[in-house]
């Protein structure tokens, strides 16, 4: 379901790597560009960033300066050189590089999604698919009905935040196929 903070989740572990593991380099992806990084809380970097800032400054790297370090769709460890670098979605995407994790977020809804999961296989032995369903006819469907994936999802009932009466209201404001994509999980009633 939206709004569960699986994007928050795995930006965190990235970080709590990008920090303390030697040798570890992500790439994030989303299908456009603004939505890797636009420099707001809404990209995926602003995401990073915001917990990057709120850290301690005895935890961060040696030598961490912010305005140095986080550029455009990158943030660098200066003590290890460990890197988290972005990319949108394209049909070569991450082949240029190797990693230790990618994150496809989003991933139901990206363009040339089998290209990017083959490449990315030889890119990265860690790749998180993180998505919403949209239907059963992409490439997100088909890894999360493979029995070949470590499938995680986090239904609404969830959240401690939400309830019945909650996901009443949001039945009423939305149609049947937003219902089954951002809150039911249902591939079936989903597809574009």
Known sequence: ?????????????????????????????SRKEDLVDNFQPDSLFGKVAYIV????????????AYEKHRTFMKLVNPETGNTIQGESANRDFSRQGRYT???LDEFAFWEFAD????ATADSAPIRFPVSTPRGKNNKFADLRFSGQTNVVSLHWTLHPHKD????ER???????REVAQELDIDYEASGS
């Open 1 to 29: 379901s939206r709004d569960m903070g699986v994007s928050w989740m795995v930006l965190g572990w990235i970080v709590h790597h990008w920090l303390f593991d030697p040798s570890f380099n992500a790439l994030i992806g």
């Open 53 to 64: 800032q709120r850290l301690p400054s005895w935890i961060l790297p040696n030598g961490f």
């Open 101 to 103: 994790v990618i994150l």
């Open 115 to 118: 290209s990017v999961w083959t």
């Open 164 to 167: 019945q009466e909650w996901y």
């Open 170 to 176: 949001e039945k009423s404001r939305r149609n049947t």
